[in-house]
Nanobody, 113 residues
Framework: QVQLVESGGGLVQPGGSLRLSCTGF????????MTWHRQAPGKAREWVAT???????FYSDSVRGRVTVSRADAKNTMHLQMNSLNAEDTAVYYC???????WGQGTQVTVSS
C-alpha cells in the first residue's frame, strides 16, 4: 500500500533555508505525479508544488522563485528545497501522490527569529 514519509522540517530564522524530503513506500515515486502541500495553523491545506514524472514542475505564486522540487530516484525520494523563508511559510508540509487518498504525517516548518 502507498505510504509517504515526510522529513526535514524544523525551526529556521527568516531568510534561511530548509530541504524537505518525502520518501515513498509501496510504489515507484518516479512514475507518479507528486505534489507538496502545506497547512498553516487555522488555515486550509494549500497546494505548494507539483512534480511530473518527466521532470516538469509547477509552483504556487506564494513560493515560486524560492522553492525547487526534485527527485532522488535511487532513494525513491522527492525533495522540496525552500530558500528565503519567511513567517508566512510556517506550516506543516505534506507530500502526496496524485490520485491517492492517503497522506503522510507531515513535517513541521517554523520560521521565526
Amino acid at each position: 500500500q502507498v505510504q509517504l514519509v515526510e522529513s526535514g522540517g524544523g525551526l529556521v530564522q527568516p531568510g534561511g533555508s530548509l530541504r524537505l524530503s518525502c520518501t515513498g513506500f509501496g510504489f515507484p515515486l518516479d512514475g507518479e505525479i507528486m505534489t507538496w502541500h502545506r497547512q498553516a495553523p487555522g488555515k486550509a491545506r494549500e497546494w505548494v508544488a507539483t512534480l511530473f514524472p518527466g521532470g516538469a514542475s509547477f509552483y504556487s505564486d506564494s513560493v515560486r522563485g524560492r522553492v525547487t522540487v526534485s527527485r532522488a530516484d535511487a532513494k525513491n525520494t522527492m525533495h522540496l528545497q525552500m530558500n528565503s523563508l519567511n513567517a508566512e511559510d510556517t506550516a506543516v508540509y505534506y507530500c502526496h501522490k496524485d490520485g491517492s487518498t492517503r497522506w503522510g504525517q507531515g513535517t513541521q516548518v517554523t520560521v521565526s527569529s
